[in-house]
T-cell receptor, first 111, second 111 residues
Framework: QQQVKQSPQSLIVQKGGISIINCAYE??????FPWYQQFPGKGPALLIA?????SEKKEGRFTISFNKSAKQFSLHIMDSQPGDSATYFC??????????FGTGTSLTVIP | GAVVSQHPSWVICKSGTSVKIECRSL??????MFWYRQFPKQSLMLMAT?????????EQGVEKDKFLINHASLTLSTLTVTSAHPEDSSFYIC???????FGPGTRLTVT
């Protein structure tokens, strides 16, 4: 059973555009929702994270929007750049040994 | 953020041999570390949770005797793939802390 559902599987965006990746979850006990960026051959890097007591968190060009009632959260990448081309994973956690990852989104930003 | 290192970054070994992968937390102490496996273009699969000073907790379906985990200190966890076979070829990644700071990963190829 997939605890965290992520879409789309792949995404192509023009340079300067907005990239949007969505995730949905079922377990209301999740209390930590991070996003990771992974380049080929590298480990995932924590990009930004949010807790369910806030609806939005912004760090530079990256924003997480969180909708607790809909059990959905999304990553917005503003002014997307070719260097943002990578695979993005959302995740949800209850405690350290219960960490669930989405299936990943391959983002390609076209110059 | 916290820094986690892995060694080696890549390794090639022959079938039947054992390979040890090290995961170190460089600027903090980690009582718990996590080991993941990732196949190409797929999400991360948690293999086990490594606990300092005690036995690791393995996820369902992961062979404890094949993937030996030792967490001997607060900064070092090791994963030993015993009697490796070609199907063990994969990308192995460790992480630490609740926020899941990941190491750079180790590419294992078994010939």
């Amino acid at each position: 059973q997939q605890q965290v559902k992520q879409s789309p599987q792949s995404l192509i965006v023009q340079k300067g555009g907005i990239s949007i990746i969505n995730c949905a979850y079922e377990n209301t006990a999740f209390d930590y929702f991070p996003w990771y960026q992974q380049f080929p051959g590298k480990g995932p890097a924590l990009l930004i994270a949010i807790r369910p007591d806030v609806s939005e968190k912004k760090e530079g060009r990256f924003t997480i929007s969180f909708n607790k009632s809909a059990k959905q959260f999304s990553l917005h990448i503003m002014d997307s750049q070719p260097g943002d081309s990578a695979t993005y994973f959302c995740a949800a956690s209850i405690r350290p040994n219960q960490f669930y990852f989405g299936t990943g989104t391959s983002l390609t930003v076209i110059p | 953020g916290a820094v986690v290192s892995q060694h080696p970054s890549w390794v090639i070994c022959k079938s039947g041999t054992s390979v040890k992968i090290e995961c170190r937390s460089l600027d903090f102490q980690a009582t718990t570390m996590f080991w993941y496996r990732q196949f190409p273009k797929q999400s991360l699969m948690l293999m086990a949770t490594s606990n300092e000073g005690s036995k690791a907790t393995y996820e369902q379906g992961v062979e404890k005797d094949k993937f030996l985990i030792n967490h001997a200190s607060l900064t070092l966890s090791t994963l030993t793939v015993t009697s490796a076979h070609p199907e063990d070829s994969s990308f192995y990644i460790c992480s630490a802390t609740r926020e899941q700071y990941f190491g750079p990963g180790t590419r294992l190829t078994v010939t």
